[in-house]
């Protein structure tokens, strides 16, 4: 358990020097694949419940049977799988952009509910980096402003969840946003593999291709901004 | 109170006038009677008003009182009665006492148990005036009308509350919880971390639960939870450690500006909002709100305020705690820690430090204390008075030696507290090395020319002075003066070889750092070997170390050296030596290295003037010593009947856990006999009985067994002993004894044998002389020796034979698959051409069981007649007609015919075949199985069949043979005279 802990965290740490290297530097990577991967490994990362939701519930007392089965996630705070899978890549890359946003506010309120200072918000930043070069990968630009969201993303409303008015309905709502968070981080960990399957058997979605097809503009992290409306199809 | 006035009035009202002024010179004195004297009135509470906070759970009533009448204020009571679900069923009764002014808002709170939010509540309240002034008798007013407090109204429709949220409480006291349940059919069920627990009801949809010293169980808060139908429901009690006084609050000041208070504020309340902490001052009644929970910086004013009295205050939503100090200024100086110690002029055995302080106020000076530590230790420790820069030489230090300075500084004016300590390392300069290497050295000669070995010992750290960087080895021989040799040998190095030759030699050996040379250490060689032949002395060693002694040999001695090995079980050896002075003549030798078990050889010599050392006596002895940890390896040898001989002449005694004392010889007897003579019998550690013999001379290393008995298992061990106990005892070796006899056997056996294969051999080879010799292929009646023999016997009348004296029974005619090729008139066959070749009928001969004919028929093989032509593969042959039914050999068992066959063949034998290569076989038979009058006489001529000769006699069952019919078949005699098959 111990051994799990510290590679999870040894892990955390070197994606996040690879983030911040990333940053630092101001450059993105030009390797598709290897942003890809890149992607991969965070996504893989964030959606492990053991790196958040299993300390909320413990710290918070929410383990028994009754709890546990009323720590659901809410429909409408993250985009669905049905969603993700239908969206285009660039869509794809800008609902994930929105989402990440929301994310970052939904943790920050709750770092005092968090047994320890968790990495998870750095992983979020540098998972929105990486999300953001890719964007830029896909588009083609190597300015960051050229990555603007001009599509509004599928279904969620990217506001968060109203703050409950007891402590109690607050835990069992923290809880069910955590645990849509990690299901929200592993669909996307799997549409992003997705695209690995697809490159090797297509170059449809070459970077090339997608120059030519025009491309839509993330930047992380963007202002808080409304996404599509429910039920808009998506694209 | 005012229309009781004019009812008064209203009679006097023809005195009015008159009466006026009368009444306006009373009318102070009658304001005055009112006030005080006339009778009061009961004021009843106006404007009742009860609300509800549902966060601290608390009932709020506001009311007033209305009195024109009283201007000035005066005590009352106010009765105040509360009722839960219904007006009759009153839970609280209180009487509140307060000073009222005139049209005064009036405030007063309950706190209630039971949420609020669970139960419906009714307050109403009476008044009395409880004032001094005011004269009984003191009536209670009417109660005012009950006024209704329903937090239920202001929920949703929710089926499900539970209450009451988020209720912060302290651990240990009780806490009521409720849940109203909107849905009768609902069945709830409530948990209070995870447990199950059952409340109590108080209204048709209201339950409520008690819990009673409450403890804390994590910061979160705990959990209470109810479930329905829907979602859960639930409460967090955050529970509060409860706040401890803080403790060890004090104050102090590095530089008289600011205070810093600091205290331990005990175990942690558990909830995320911290108590509050604040420091009062009483004289400047100053206070501040401290950032840190154990901590609290003050400024010190301007106005040289010297002494301060702080009340800390620790507060946080139940309790409040302070703890206050008197504090001096001037008496809580703690300075901070000086900076930039530095060591300068640093030489071999001097150095001088500097370092620098905070200033405090302008002209106090502080008191440092300079500390100088090696290896750890304070080694000296000087006080310096300093105001800014301080800086103290430091002296008698040792060369080339780390140190390390401390500093550290206390208020000169008053001393309270040193501050942190600084530190600074710094190693002195390096000196030559104080102290001569201590030098010894092996000599040993190589055809005749010695080869020195010489050892030094590397200098201590306090002689060295600084890192050796080399030695340098100066020969000198003293019969050539001015040849002097020089070897520069590199540090770390200890020892280092000279050859020199059968002069007299000095050496010198120095050690060299980077400042210069130390003392020269000398050693003198004599050219020629010393005494060698002392003879070894045995020691015993102690826990502290080997104690030996020895006599001088001359009085000039400069000293003694004692040398050994440390390590003698491992080569190289590790060369010890000891420096004694003139005066010793013992000593204990000690060394980490020594080991019990191992023994150590000690050579001692001494010095004479000249620096030559002479062998004084040789020891040998154990730290201490140890049972022998192997057997010897033991031949046996000359097994007899009754002894054998042990030896183990390779086991080495000098290499042993001990001084060899001897040898014992185990023997057991699988017998259990009696034990030998000279052995004893013993027990060993498996209980077995055993006969053990005892040797006591280590240097006896063979042993004869004798006396045991012939054909006898016996075990023997041998195992040496120490005077610590003797070897192992597991690897006993077995030995039987051989019969008594069984030599002789050998001794007369293997002769015979060598001697009848010898005679067989010689038969071999001379085979075809006795044959000729004994048994010709044909003998020659007349020519055998035998009858020259007989001749000479008494019987004169013995004559050889004729043959036509004898007559057969019988003839037996054995077919041979050559017989067609062995015909009479055929061509021969070579001897080794038939030599392999089996009679035919062997093969054809059945077996008994499969007999089904009428009648046995068995042949009388002769053999000094058929062997010969057995072996030469001849038999007595006729031509064979293989066309010619076998019946017609019919008449060969008519004697006449027969023997005229016979004749014949044998005439014609020696007609026609030579001398010795014709044969013939004679078979007597005794049984014919024929059918027919043997008398009969033969229908056709004799007809040889094939090749047939005379075998051994055999009873063959008739009807079984049945040869084919090819030519080169052989057919046996029996299978032809079958009636069955060959004659009808």
Not at chain 1, 101 to 128: C, H, K, W, Y
Not at chain 2, 220 to 237: I, R
Not at chain 2, 623 to 632: F, I, Q, R, V
Request: aromatic share 10%.
């Amino acid at each position: 358990m111990r051994a799990q802990r510290m590679q999870r965290t040894l892990l955390s740490l070197v994606l996040r020097l690879l983030l911040l290297c990333t940053v630092a530097t101001g450059k993105c990577s030009g390797k598709y694949h290897e942003l890809l991967l890149q992607l991969q490994r965070q996504a893989d990362l964030m959606q492990d419940p053991s790196t958040l939701l299993d300390p909320y519930i413990r710290l918070q007392g929410l383990h028994s049977p009754v709890l546990q089965e009323h720590c659901r996630e809410r429909p409408g705070d993250f985009p669905s799988e049905d969603a993700l899978w239908r969206l285009s890549r660039q869509d794809f890359l800008q609902t994930l952009n929105t989402t990440l946003g929301l994310i970052l506010r939904m943790l920050s309120a709750l770092q005092q509910d968090l047994p320890e200072p968790t990495n998870a918000e750095m992983n979020v930043r540098g998972f929105g980096n990486n999300i953001h070069c890719m964007a830029q990968l896909l588009s083609g630009s190597s300015d960051p402003k050229a990555a603007e969201p001009t599509q509004p993303g599928p279904g969620p409303t990217p506001l968060p969840p109203t703050p409950p008015s007891s402590t109690f309905q607050r835990k069992l709502r923290n809880c069910g946003f955590l645990r849509g968070y990690h299901r929200f981080m592993r669909t996307a960990g799997q549409v992003l593999r997705g695209w690995g399957e697809r490159q090797g058997r297509s170059r449809r979605h070459s970077p090339c291709r997608a120059l030519k097809r025009g491309a839509r503009r993330t930047r992380p992290f963007p202002e808080v901004r409304r996404l599509a409306p429910r039920g808009q199809p998506p694209r | 109170m005012r229309s009781s006035t004019k009812k008064r009035r209203d009679p006097m009202a023809l005195f009015a006038v008159l009466q006026t002024t009368f009444l306006l010179a009373l009318l102070p004195l009658r304001t005055y009677q009112s006030e005080v004297l006339s009778e009061p009135l009961p004021l009843t509470p106006e404007s009742l008003n009860v609300s509800i906070n549902s966060t601290k759970q608390c009932l709020h009533l506001q009311w007033t009182v209305h009195n024109p009448d009283y201007h000035q204020e005066f005590k009352m009571v106010f009765q105040i009665q509360i009722s839960r679900f219904k007006a009759s069923n009153v839970i609280w009764l209180e009487n509140y006492s307060t000073t009222v002014k005139r049209n005064q808002v009036l405030h007063w709170s309950w706190e209630s148990e039971l949420p609020l939010e669970c139960a419906i509540h009714f307050v109403r309240m009476r008044t009395m005036v409880d004032d001094a002034r005011i004269p009984a008798p003191r009536l209670w007013s009417n109660w005012s009308s009950w006024e209704k407090a329903d937090a239920q109204n202001s929920l949703g429709d929710h089926p499900l509350y539970v209450f009451p949220k988020d209720k912060l409480v302290e651990e240990g006291s009780n806490v009521t919880v409720c849940y109203i349940s909107r849905n009768h059919q609902d069945n709830i069920s409530c948990y209070l971390e995870d447990v199950l627990i059952y409340g109590r009801q108080l209204d048709q949809n209201v339950w409520a639960f008690e819990f009673k010293n409450v403890s804390f169980i994590r910061k979160t808060g705990t959990n209470f939870y109810c479930k329905g139908q829907g979602d859960p429901e639930g409460v967090v009690l955050l529970v509060s450690k409860v706040l401890e006084e803080p403790r060890d609050f004090s104050c102090e000041t590095q530089d008289l500006k600011t205070l810093t208070c600091t205290w331990d504020p005990g175990n942690d309340t558990g909830l995320i909002q911290l108590p509050s902490y604040t420091l009062f001052e009483s004289f400047s009644g100053k206070k501040t709100l401290c950032k840190h929970r154990n901590r609290c910086d003050w400024q010190v004013t301007q106005d040289s305020q010297e002494m301060y009295n702080f009340t800390l205050v620790a507060e946080n939503y139940f309790r409040k705690r302070s703890v206050s100090i008197l504090f001096n200024l001037i008496h809580g100086v703690h300075p901070m820690a000086p900076y930039s110690l530095f060591p300068k002029s640093v030489s071999a055995t001097n150095a001088t430090v500097t370092w620098k302080v905070y200033s405090i106020g302008s002209s106090s000076a502080l008191l440092c204390q300079l500390q100088l530590l090696g290896e750890g230790k304070v080694i000296q420790q000087h006080n310096i008075s300093v105001r800014v820069n301080g800086e103290y030489l430091l002296s008698e230090l040792k060369p080339d030696t780390e140190y390390m300075a401390r500093v550290r500084c206390a208020y000169a004016d008053h001393f309270w507290k040193w501050s942190e300590l600084i530190s600074q390392n710094f190693t002195t300069a390096e000196a030559a090395p104080s102290e001569a290497p201590d030098v010894w050295r092996d000599v040993t000669f190589v055809s005749g020319h010695p080869t020195v070995t010489l050892f030094w010992k590397p200098l201590s750290k306090v002689h060295a002075n600084g890192k050796i960087l080399f030695y340098n080895v100066v020969v000198e021989n003293l019969d050539e003066p001015s040849s002097l040799k020089v070897l520069s040998v590199p540090a770390p190095a200890n020892s280092t070889k000279v050859t020199l030759n059968q002069s007299s030699y000095q050496i010198y050996v120095t050690a060299h750092n980077s400042v210069g040379p130390s003392p020269a250490s000398a050693v003198a060689i004599s050219g020629h070997p010393g005494n060698e032949n002392v003879e070894e002395g045995r020691m015993n060693g102690t826990e502290d170390g080997f104690p030996m002694s020895w006599k001088p040999q001359s009085r000039n001695a400069t000293g003694y050296v004692v040398e050994w090995c440390d390590s003698p079980q491992h080569l190289p050896c590790v060369l010890r030596w000891k420096n004694l002075g003139p005066t010793n003549t013992d000593t204990v030798i000690s060394s980490g290295a020594f080991r019990p078990g191992v023994r150590y050889n000690f050579r001692i010599y001494e010095i004479s003037t000249k620096r030559m050392a002479h062998l004084l006596e040789k020891k040998a002895g154990y730290l201490k010593e140890l049972a022998p940890s192997y057997n010897p390896k033991v031949n046996m040898s000359n097994l007899t009947s009754h002894s054998f001989t042990l030896s183990w002449k390779d086991y080495p005694t000098e290499s042993q856990t001990g001084f060899i004392q001897g040898y014992y010889v185990y023997l057991k007897s699988k017998t259990g006999e009696k034990c030998h003579r000279g052995f004893e019998k013993t027990f060993l550690t498996d209980n077995s009985v055993c006969c053990k013999y005892t040797i006591d001379n280590p240097d006896q290393k063979t042993f004869v067994v004798k006396d045991l008995q012939p054909e006898s298992a016996y075990e023997f061990l041998v195992t040496p002993y120490t005077s610590a106990g003797e070897g192992p005892l597991d690897d006993f070796r077995k030995v039987t004894t051989p019969d008594e006899y069984s030599h002789i056997l050998i001794h007369i056996i293997l002769p015979m044998v060598f001697f009848v294969f010898v005679i067989m051999i010689i038969c071999y080879l001379k085979s075809q002389w006795l044959k000729d010799k004994c048994y010709p292929d044909i003998p020659d009646p007349y020519k055998s020796s035998v009858l020259s023999l007989i001749k000479f016997k008494e019987n004169p009348h013995i004559t050889i034979m004729n043959v036509n004296d004898c007559v057969p029974d019988a003839i037996e005619v054995v077919n041979k698959p050559e017989g067609s090729k062995m015909q009479f008139v055929g061509t021969r066959k070579s001897p080794t051409e038939t030599k392999g070749t089996k009679p035919a009928y062997l093969d054809l001969l059945p077996t008994e069981k499969n007999y089904s004919g009428p009648g046995p028929c068995i042949c009388f093989e002769n053999f000094t007649y058929n062997q010969a032509a057995s072996d030469l593969g001849y038999c007595g042959h006729f031509p064979v007609t293989p066309q010619a039914p076998h019946c017609q050999l019919g008449p060969l068992t008519s004697p006449e015919n027969l023997l005229k066959t016979l004749e014949q063949n044998y005439m014609n034998s020696l007609g026609e075949i030579p001398a010795g290569e014709a044969n013939l076989n004679y078979v007597s038979q005794l049984a014919s199985p024929m059918s027919g009058d043997r008398e009969s006489p033969p229908t056709n001529p004799p007809e040889p069949a094939l090749c047939s000769e005379y075998k051994m006699q055999m009873a063959i069952p008739l009807g079984l043979a049945s040869p084919a019919r090819s030519e080169n078949s052989s057919l046996s005699s029996t299978a032809l005279l079958d009636p069955r098959e060959h004659c009808h």
